[in-house]
């Protein structure tokens, strides 16, 4: 079992900064991928960048992050981070943490995540 609780979240505004963590708990040593997600009101949850743990760390992005975002681990908190720069106010919403141990990062695009987190919120002001 995976534990994921976010934190970071808050209101900035627009051209601000904020930097998310993802702590995770449990069985981590069989997390393969994990990913950031973020669901907007009325809108359908996206995917936002996702993290290769046992691929070197390879990181992807959506192309409306790219640039602005960063995603990172540290294994020693065993704890991932998105940061993000240049915020606007379309990135606002409910931000998730994802985890994967059935299979690596390429497999997710076809199977989804098996873990998630509750969430934290960020609102960018205008």
């Known amino acids: 079992q995976v534990h994921l609780e976010e934190s970071g979240g808050g209101s900035v505004q627009a051209g601000g900064s904020l930097r998310l963590s993802c702590a995770v708990s449990?069985?981590?040593?069989?997390?393969?991928?994990m990913g950031w997600f973020r669901q907007a009101p009325g809108k359908e949850r996206e995917g936002v960048a996702r993290?290769?743990?046992?691929?070197?760390?390879?990181?992807t992005y959506a192309g409306s992050v790219k640039d602005r975002f960063t995603t990172s681990q540290d294994n020693d908190k065993n704890t991932v981070y998105l940061q993000m720069s240049g915020l606007k106010p379309e990135d606002r919403g409910a931000y998730y943490c994802?985890?994967?141990?059935?299979?690596?990062?390429?497999?997710?695009?076809?199977?989804?995540?098996?873990?998630w987190g509750q969430g934290t919120q960020v609102t960018v002001s205008s």
């Open positions: 994802a985890a994967e141990p059935r299979g690596n990062c390429d497999w997710v695009k076809e199977y989804g995540y098996k873990y």
């Open positions: 449990g069985y981590t040593d069989s997390i393969q991928c």
């Open positions: 993290i290769w743990i046992g691929g070197g760390g390879i990181t």
